[in-house]
């Protein structure tokens, strides 16, 4: 048979392989590839009856050869199966308990009181900064035990009613008591390690901290000048009667002139020519005679 003149063929070529062919050529080179990375002896779902076939007991089909198990086990059906069953496996499956934490074993201390204490307020010369320096005395601390602190806030007691202006230190160590400082709650300054810093003793049993607060930025402000009084208008007198609505002529001033000062001459003495006599009092007024008292009037009774 001539193959040259068909289409897509080439000289010395036996031809275009048919769609059976390359399914055939496709499934050798699957089984040749699951045959180098897959032990079929150890899928549980491959068995061989006794016709010498082969069958896929998840899938209930049958194979003549290997390759086409193999073909079977990549293809969608058989990988839809296996997820079936491995969500039904896990469903069935009981649960089982979460593995145990580690248990840590809660050492128990008999409360004997409050340990002793000092405070020290401090203050840095150069910039105004202020510090607190606490020394607490533990001299009966356990073995193997160190104090702790820790700041809390207002919002975490359960003692005082909150009030977001302080804050509070708290000291801890066994088997003493915890005790703890109302402070003002503001920002501690921890930029350099001689401003924050603890120190435990374990020869003197006794616990040391110092903490400092930021220093406040005040904003200056510019000086206020002072401010020119205010000019008051003059209240005017009222009109006279009979001349409401009338305005009065430009050249009369809407108030009296202040007095002229005089300028040489002091001013005229009581008694001198051209001085006004001074006033007497006033007369006395007539005195009016009481009004007469009314009629009184007579009743019989009988």
């Not at 001539?2 to 289409?7: G, L, S």
């Not at 076939?53 to 199966?81: D, F, V």
């Not at 975490?156 to 709650?185: G, H, M, N």
């Not at 006794?206 to 000086?223: C, D, H």
């Amino acid at each position: 048979m001539d193959f040259q003149h068909r289409a897509g063929g080439k000289t010395g070529t036996g031809g275009v392989a048919s769609w059976s062919e390359s399914n055939r050529d496709r499934r050798e080179r699957l089984r040749q590839l699951a045959l180098e990375t897959i032990d079929i002896n150890k899928d549980p779902y491959f068995m061989k009856n006794h016709l010498g076939s082969y069958e896929c007991k998840l899938c209930l089909t049958l194979h003549n050869n290997e390759g086409s198990y193999l073909a079977h086990t990549q293809g969608k059906k058989h990988q839809a199966n296996l997820a079936r069953r491995a969500a039904k496996e896990a469903k069935e499956a009981p649960a089982q308990p979460a593995p145990e934490k580690a248990r840590v074993d809660i050492r128990k201390f008999v409360k004997i009181g409050r340990p002793g204490y000092k405070v020290t307020k401090q203050r840095e010369p150069e910039n105004g900064q202020q510090s607190l320096l606490f020394q607490v005395d533990y001299p009966e601390v356990a073995d193997g035990v160190g104090p702790r602190h820790r700041f809390m806030s207002a919002y975490e007691q359960k003692v005082e009613p909150p009030d977001r202006k302080w804050q509070y230190l708290l000291f801890a160590a066994e088997p003493y008591e915890t005790i703890a400082f109302k402070v003002p709650s503001r920002e501690v300054d921890k930029s350099d390690k001689r401003k924050f810093w603890t120190l435990w003793n374990k020869e003197t049993k006794q616990f040391f901290l110092q903490f400092s607060y930021k220093v406040e930025q005040k904003t200056e402000f510019e000086p206020r000048l002072p401010r020119e009084p205010l000019q008051r208008t003059p209240v005017l007198p009222p009109p006279p009667p009979g001349t409401q609505g009338a305005l009065p002529p430009v050249d009369t001033p809407m108030w009296p002139p202040p007095p002229m000062p005089h300028h040489g001459a002091p001013p005229p003495q009581l008694g001198a020519p051209g001085a006004q006599p001074p006033r007497g009092p006033p007369p006395e007024m007539p005195q009016m005679p009481p009004p007469p008292p009314p009629p009184m009037m007579n009743y019989n009774v009988s």
